[in-house]
């Protein structure tokens, strides 16, 4: 299933009020994790999968790798992308991630964030990238962590007042489909465990990296309400592999 909600115009108006959609980088718990094992970029060919606003394809030019490809479904996100956009060196399509067809050993890096939970065979993406990086190139993403995506319900148990108790994990192990609920919509998402995220790497043929579980640093913690219970259970996962 290719899913796209962000052209739906009540989901896509309140994605662009999150933090992340109005700051930008700086605006993501995850991303001062994210950059930290990014490769060096100058220089580089960059496949950005899911690229929503275009914030990692800009970033990518901004250390000064050679091209960027932002590749993702919605026309919403692309249109934004776009008119944030005034760099020939960085093109956007239209696509699902699914359908991705490129050159063998186009690209250097290949990056995604938060995307591959919505589809449903991350080892058939494992192996599509795996052909388009050059040899010695890298593949770094981030998803919804699996104790994050692992019920339905994807929340908090409460007690009667409405206090947060803790985070509920089941089900972990019956991997597939997940029917939540984000912003105003119903989506459909993927779980799987950590050790299907590791494996399908290591089948393609990756040497994984890093792993990282990013928590929101202190000043985010601190100044983004939101953020205030983040570091109660983990909600990212944070690959880094390598050809």
């Not at 993501?28 to 970029?41: D, F, H, R, S, T």
Request: glycine share 6%.
């Amino acid at each position: 299933m290719k899913q796209n909600k962000y052209d739906n115009v009540s989901f896509f108006s309140a994605y662009e009020k999150m933090p992340r959609s109005i700051k930008g980088l700086k605006g993501a718990g995850e991303w001062p994790v994210l950059k930290e094992i990014l490769p060096e970029l100058r220089n580089k060919n960059v496949l950005d999968l899911g690229c929503g606003f275009g914030w990692h394809c800009r970033y990518a030019r901004q250390e000064h790798a050679n091209t960027v490809i932002g590749v993702d479904i919605s026309d919403k996100m692309l249109e934004k992308a776009r008119g944030m956009t005034n760099d020939s060196s960085i093109s956007y399509m239209k696509l699902p991630i699914e359908d991705i067809n490129f050159q063998d050993s186009q690209f250097d890096v290949v990056i995604s964030s938060l995307a591959f939970h919505y589809i449903k065979s991350f080892e058939a993406i494992c192996e599509k990238v795996y052909k388009y990086l050059k040899p010695g190139g890298s593949f770094i993403f981030s998803v919804e962590h699996p104790i994050f995506t692992s019920r339905n319900e994807q929340d908090w148990y409460y007690d009667e007042q409405g206090n947060r108790l803790h985070w509920p994990v089941d089900n972990y192990e019956s991997e597939g489909v997940r029917d939540t609920t984000f912003l105003t919509e119903n989506v459909i998402k993927y779980h799987r465990t950590f050790s299907t995220y590791v494996n399908n790497l290591i089948f393609a043929g990756f040497t994984i990296k890093a792993v990282k579980e990013p928590m929101p640093d202190k000043e985010m913690a601190k100044n983004v309400p939101e953020m205030k219970d983040e570091n109660r259970r983990p909600m990212f996962l944070i690959i880094s592999a390598e050809k």
